[in-house]
């Protein structure tokens, strides 16, 4: 006696048939559609509205390597770098500070970063640049003694307003760093006979570099255009220069579309170096690294070549 299975079968030998083949309809995204639609036609408008203006655009590349730009250009590479020093070290000796369980310590630096994080950084410039109105001398005793007004030149103007200013904020990122690292880490290291200092270098510094590194370089290019604020306590800088350009050629316009043109070529720039450190610090955390922009170009390239669905 046959089972149902057996009658419905096919004649002995005959190859059984396979599954039907799915067939599978995209989903179509008509949102997207009209999103990317109605981005074109706001970009066409503005990019039609400023070709209407007497915009002068030869200007912009007769002056873009300018000696007084790339004078101008030096000078803010140089107070960044110079800012941000001062408020890395300031920042991490005030997380230090904040963390001790001496409260006058862990006062004084919540009083300081209360302070400079509740103000604005153009305030406090104009607040160091003109103290020689209330302040005639500087005196330190038999250390060192001036007037004011050759004491505080606009170079140490803006390295204070911005470099005390800054410190303020990496005290707050370096805090989190430390913090974010389980104690149990630093109690097993004590435990094996590590100091104080080794323990910090080897096993919470490294862990804390993780989440102390994202924002610092945010902090850093947030540093690079701040520092245009300083031409208003008369220090050059890229800024500065691209004013007075405009203002002597008679297009001022064109030397502000300039000086943002070479704002975003140094931002680019450090945002790169930004991507690399942040993939350093990210060994260990993760099973494989991130890809660099090379690596994902070349990737793309080499997908470019293969059939979809399968390989080349």
Same mark, same amino acid.
């Given at each position: 006696?046959?089972? =149902?299975? =057996?009658?419905?079968?096919?004649?002995?030998?005959? !190859?059984?048939?396979? !599954?039907?083949?799915?067939?599978?309809?995209?989903?179509?995204?008509?949102?997207?559609?009209?999103?990317?639609?109605?981005?074109?036609?706001?970009?066409?408008?503005?990019?039609?509205?400023? *070709? $209407?203006?007497?915009?002068?655009?030869?200007?912009? !590349? =007769?002056?873009?390597?300018?000696?007084?730009?790339?004078?101008?250009?030096?000078?803010?590479?140089?107070?960044?770098?110079?800012?941000?020093?001062? @408020?890395?070290?300031?920042?991490?000796?005030?997380?230090?500070?904040?963390?001790?369980?001496?409260?006058?310590? *862990?006062?004084?630096?919540?009083?300081?970063?209360?302070?400079?994080?509740?103000?604005?950084?153009?305030?406090?410039?104009?607040?160091?640049?003109?103290?020689?109105?209330?302040?005639?001398?500087?005196?330190?005793?038999?250390?060192?003694?001036?007037?004011? *007004?050759?004491?505080?030149?606009?170079?140490?103007?803006?390295?204070?307003?911005?470099?005390?200013?800054?410190?303020?904020?990496?005290?707050?990122?370096?805090?989190? @760093?430390?913090?974010?690292?389980?104690?149990?880490?630093?109690?097993?290291?004590?435990?094996?006979?590590?100091?104080?200092?080794?323990?910090?270098?080897?096993?919470?510094?490294?862990?804390?570099?993780?989440?102390?590194?994202?924002?610092?370089?945010?902090?850093?290019?947030?540093?690079?255009?701040?520092?245009?604020?300083?031409?208003?306590?008369?220090?050059?800088?890229?800024?500065?220069?691209?004013? =007075?350009?405009?203002?002597?050629?008679?297009? !001022?316009?064109?030397?502000?579309?300039?000086?943002?043109?070479?704002?975003?070529?140094?931002?680019?720039?450090? *945002?790169?170096? $930004?991507?690399?450190?942040?993939?350093?610090?990210?060994?260990?955390?993760?099973?494989?690294?991130?890809?660099?922009?090379?690596?994902?170009?070349?990737?793309?390239?080499?997908?470019?070549?293969?059939?979809? @669905?399968?390989?080349?």
């Amino acid at each position: 006696m046959t089972s =149902d299975i =057996d009658r419905t079968a096919g004649p002995k030998g005959s !190859p059984s048939a396979g !599954p039907e083949a799915i067939k599978a309809i995209p989903v179509r995204h008509y949102g997207r559609y009209v999103t990317a639609v109605i981005a074109i036609a706001i970009l066409v408008a503005i990019i039609y509205a400023f *070709s $209407q203006g007497k915009i002068n655009w030869h200007a912009v !590349p =007769d002056y873009f390597f300018d000696h007084r730009i790339l004078t101008g250009v030096y000078k803010t590479l140089l107070l960044t770098v110079l800012s941000m020093l001062i @408020g890395i070290v300031g920042g991490i000796i005030l997380a230090v500070m904040r963390l001790s369980k001496n409260p006058v310590t *862990s006062s004084i630096a919540w009083f300081y970063i209360w302070f400079f994080r509740g103000t604005p950084v153009l305030v406090q410039l104009f607040l160091w640049f003109n103290l020689g109105l209330v302040f005639e001398y500087v005196n330190l005793g038999p250390i060192y003694k001036n007037y004011w *007004s050759d004491f505080m030149t606009p170079l140490l103007t803006a390295l204070l307003g911005l470099g005390l200013n800054e410190a303020a904020y990496m005290a707050e990122i370096c805090r989190a @760093g430390l913090l974010a690292v389980d104690e149990g880490q630093s109690e097993a290291a004590h435990a094996l006979g590590m100091s104080y200092g080794k323990t910090l270098r080897r096993i919470v510094i490294p862990q804390a570099m993780r989440v102390i590194v994202p924002p610092t370089g945010n902090e850093v290019i947030n540093m690079l255009k701040t520092t245009s604020l300083v031409a208003a306590v008369q220090y050059p800088e890229l800024f500065r220069y691209a004013q =007075d350009i405009g203002q002597n050629s008679g297009a !001022p316009v064109e030397m502000y579309f300039l000086a943002a043109a070479w704002y975003l070529i140094m931002t680019s720039v450090l *945002s790169v170096g $930004q991507y690399y450190i942040e993939r350093y610090y990210a060994r260990g955390s993760s099973r494989a690294l991130p890809p660099t922009p090379l690596q994902k170009v070349r990737a793309n390239l080499l997908s470019l070549g293969r059939p979809k @669905g399968g390989t080349a």
